[in-house]
């Protein structure tokens, strides 16, 4: 049965198998559903025997794997490079001496970050003659009223937290009933205030043999969860945005408001610490950097948190009349209430100037799954065959509500009822359908030789009643060649199978900004109007009734082998999976009032490698020891693309060409740094494509190129486990080589210094920014006055995707049975144990995982989580 929600709402101390099904004629039988893959999860059971009880309890830290960039910390430092990048204006720009641009820089420097905060001689400026700061400058400064000294924000802000976890899992069972029952809790607190995931889970398995010919079950789980991301949600300079935050404001600047004589001041009626919102009503300065903002003072008085509750289950009843014929009926249900609350306090920040805000959110998913199967299986001497048929049904409905309202009575009563101004709400449902009849006829010949075919015709909602249905199927074949009379006697090799498969499968998934669309064929308009009257609906998405299903065709062939006394054993496999009628929103003029259309716009091909390898060297006794990894090495191709648009198809920085990647972008070409000027360099082309460098990034813009393929070479993992003696120890890794990708937070990092970027910070590689003692280097002149310089979009960020993770390492030790069952115990195990341990990339602060065409920092990374725990038997 198909599950609707999130892997994280099913505890992993559940977990029996995970299995990714590759081949492409198994993975069709899924459906529409299975489009972009199938993960098979399969739930404990109970086995039969006494009842055991297993307890499991850890505790640890949390802490941010990948940190921030290297950026300056020193607030010198960054005054001395906002120097430079004035007096290159007054210098270069605007024709001064070397004397009137030293005095016309040091009167923008503290106006430019907004504060002064450094106290000085009278008639000194903070800058010398030589760029470097005045050493009768002293950092801090007082206006008599406020006292202004800088603050580190990414300490104040980010710091590790606790981890708890404990689980009990109740199993058991007879040769007619087994069952499997667990209860867990987790407390996975995040790295930045207030913000973290709590979750209570259970689960409940049954399957009961009522009869030979009866047998029924159950699989039942809920899931109450609490998520707090607060400062993570938006990555705009107006939000209080921890993780933006700590990369990019400059080293400048209070993150508290102290008195006049340096003291913390405090909220007289919190006891609180009074934070720098920076908007000037905090303190007499303002600075244009996230203005209106203070993650540190967002964080306490601010409140955010969604509050999930969960019910996944399946139902199911299977009858057997005669021998070889089974008929199953299924019932899969999934049922989502979500609540997101927010409030903004009236006291300090972006909703101060409303008196507070709430907003209330509800969302109810629900999803229904029928399948209905029969399935028969008869073999006639070493024929054997198993036949399926059946009908599936799925329904989904997304009802979605909120309301907000300003002007807070109660300081932090997160419901609209306590709201006084501007109250407002609204809603949408969605709805979504599926139909599908599955054939499916498995043969084996004295399990030597295999074959299988199916055949899936399935409908879907989201297409026109006339374009609803799809057809698809599927066929493979297996020989286990190591059966053969040639190869019975070659020690060597324990197990061989030549396998190939084809799998036709449908996409119906369209997106409309971001989200699922589930009309995509039907315009669809923005509902207007006031005072209870009506008015004519504005078209914001123009639908398109002849889209019809997507469809990919997938071929494998490949080999799975044990060898060696089955020390080694593994898969290697070609896979070709060609995409055709592929959805996707075009983009359109304006001028047809409306941005997009959805369109079946050509096809596509991912093809590639896949090599699985698991040896084990040492299996004797009490020793084990072994080593696996997996290497994938894939391809994109577009083949076709529809004819209007004549090959190409360019949407902002993405590229479509035929006969080339999907994984491109459409940028300028860097050229460099005139090294006589200073001045970027892009690659342009005049009338006669002749190439030729300008620092005019306008030109440059009109003449943009596609970056080439940024898919990585291959990815994969591999590891090592060692069992010594009760002692057990492993490592995971997984990598990436040969990719590359757009780094936005490295081109915010090393902007020019221009005013529109006063108070951001500078990545450290400013320090090779051209001068004319330093002539030869890529990184352009500081100027306060060039906004498309330094910073401007091109392929000079483009940088290397390669890394190297390690994502686990667990240590742990089994006390011997003879020790632990004279206390009543089947089983005792200690062990330590870190995720996310460490990332090594091209550039500090980079996390290559989040693919290929940008790269943020301004939302949770991945925790780096060191525990340590217990594990009882009973």
């Known amino acids: ?72 910390e020193n607030p010198d430092t960054y005054m001395e490079t906002l120097y430079k990048a004035h007096y290159n204006a007054a210098y270069y720009k605007l024709g001064r001496t070397p004397e009137a641009a030293h005095t016309y820089a040091n009167t923008q420097l503290f106006p430019a970050i907004g504060y002064q905060i450094y106290t000085l001689p009278q008639g000194e400026g903070l800058i010398g003659m030589d760029g470097k700061i005045n050493p009768n400058a002293k950092l801090g400064y007082s206006d008599g009223q406020y006292y202004y000294t800088p603050d580190d924000w990414t300490d104040g802000t980010i710091s590790s937290q606790m981890r708890q976890e404990y689980n009990l899992s109740v199993s058991g069972g007879t040769d007619r009933l087994n069952y499997y029952f667990s209860a867990g809790y987790l407390e996975d607190n995040g790295v930045i205030e207030n913000s973290g995931f709590n979750r209570i889970s259970t689960r409940l398995n049954v399957d009961y043999q009522a009869k030979k010919w009866l047998k029924f079950g159950t699989s039942l789980g809920y899931t109450n969860s609490k998520s707090k991301y607060p400062g993570d949600q938006t990555a705009t300079a107006s939000s209080g945005n921890a993780f933006l935050l700590a990369n990019n404001i400059a080293p400048v600047y209070p993150m508290y408001v102290r008195n006049a004589d340096g003291s913390l001041a405090y909220d007289k009626n919190s006891g609180n610490k009074i934070y720098d919102y920076g908007d000037g009503s905090s303190t007499n300065s303002t600075r244009n950097f996230m203005s209106m903002s203070n993650p540190k003072g967002d964080l306490l008085y601010n409140k955010e948190e969604y509050l999930m509750d969960i019910l996944n289950g399946k139902w199911f009843i299977e009858l057997s009349p005669i021998e070889g014929l089974k008929l199953t009926g299924s019932l899969g249900a999934y049922i989502d209430n979500t609540r997101y609350n927010v409030l903004g306090n009236k006291y300090y920040g972006q909703s101060a100037s409303y008196g507070g805000t709430a907003q209330q959110e509800h969302i109810r998913t629900s999803a229904f799954n029928q399948q209905y199967l029969a399935t028969y299986k008869k073999s006639f001497g070493m024929n054997n065959f198993d036949v399926l048929l059946g009908y599936e049904s799925y329904d989904y409905r997304y009802e979605y509500s909120y309301a907000t309202g300003q002007n807070l009575y109660k300081d932090y009563d997160f419901t609209v009822n306590n709201t006084i101004d501007n109250k407002r709400g609204g809603g949408a449902r969605d709805e979504y359908s599926t139909r599908g009849i599955i054939s499916r006829i498995n043969y084996d010949f004295d399990e030597k030789y295999f074959a299988s075919a199916s055949y899936r015709r399935d409908a879907s909602s989201r297409f026109h009643p006339d374009k609803r249905w799809g057809n698809f199927w599927s066929a493979s074949v297996a020989w286990v060649i190591s059966k053969e009379a040639f190869l019975e006697n070659t020690e060597w090799i324990d197990m061989l199978k030549l396998k190939a498969s084809f799998g036709q499968q449908g996409n119906d998934a369209l997106l409309r900004n971001g989200y699922a669309n589930y009309y995509p064929y039907l315009d669809q308009y923005s509902m207007t109007g006031a005072n209870g009257i009506f008015s004519d609906g504005t078209l914001y998405y123009k639908g398109n009734p002849d889209i019809t299903w997507e469809k990919s065709n997938s071929f494998n062939i490949g080999t799975d082998f044990t060898l060696l006394n089955h020390k080694l054993e593994g898969t290697i496999e070609y896979f070709n999976r060609k995409t055709s009628d592929m959805l996707y929103n075009k983009p359109v003029a304006n001028s047809n009032g409306y941005s997009s259309i959805p369109m079946n716009i050509g096809s596509m091909t991912n093809s590639g490698v896949e090599i699985e390898l698991n040896y084990t060297p040492i299996d004797i006794n009490n020793l084990k020891w072994n080593i696996f990894g997996n290497a994938t090495f894939l391809k994109n191709k577009v083949n076709k693309l529809h004819p209007d648009l004549n090959g190409e198809l360019i949407n902002g920085s993405r590229i479509y060409r035929e006969g080339e990647s999907m994984y491109q972008l459409y940028l300028v070409k860097y050229a460099g740094v005139d090294p006589t000027t200073g001045q970027s360099l892009f690659w342009a082309k005049d009338d006669e494509g002749n190439a030729y460098t300008t620092a005019d990034y306008a030109v440059a813009s009109n003449c943009k190129e596609a970056t080439g393929d940024l898919l990585p070479t291959v990815y994969g993992g591999f590891g090592t486990s060692l069992d010594f003696y009760g002692f057990d120890f492993s490592i995971q890794f997984s990598y990436q080589l040969g990719g590359k990708l757009w780094d936005y937070t490295y081109q915010d990092l090393m902007h020019g210094g221009s005013n529109s970027n006063a108070g951001y910070n500078w990545h450290k590689d400013i320090a090779k920014a051209w001068t004319a003692e330093n002539p030869n280097t890529d990184v352009p002149r500081l100027c306060a006055t060039e906004n498309y310089d330094a910073g401007s979009s091109s392929d000079r960020w483009i940088v290397s995707s390669n890394y190297l993770s390690i994502n686990n390492i667990t240590l742990g030790y089994t006390l011997p049975k003879r020790i632990v069952r004279n206390l009543g115990i089947e089983s005792l195990r200690v062990y330590g144990a870190a995720d996310n341990v460490a990332l090594f990339a091209a550039r500090k602060g980079l996390d290559p995982r989040q693919g290929y065409v940008s790269s943020t920092t301004s939302t949770y990374g991945a925790l780096r989580s060191i525990s340590a725990g217990v594990k009882l038997t009973f």
């Open 1 to 72: 049965i198909p599950f609707d929600g999130d892997i994280s709402s099913i505890n992993s101390q559940d977990i029996e198998t995970m299995t990714v099904l590759k081949d492409a004629a198994a993975a069709a039988l899924y459906g529409a559903r299975g489009a972009n893959g199938v993960i098979l999860v399969t739930t404990k059971k109970g086995k039969d025997g006494n009842a055991r009880v297993s307890v499991d309890a850890r505790w640890g830290s949390n802490s941010r794997q990948v940190g921030k960039y290297d950026v300056m």
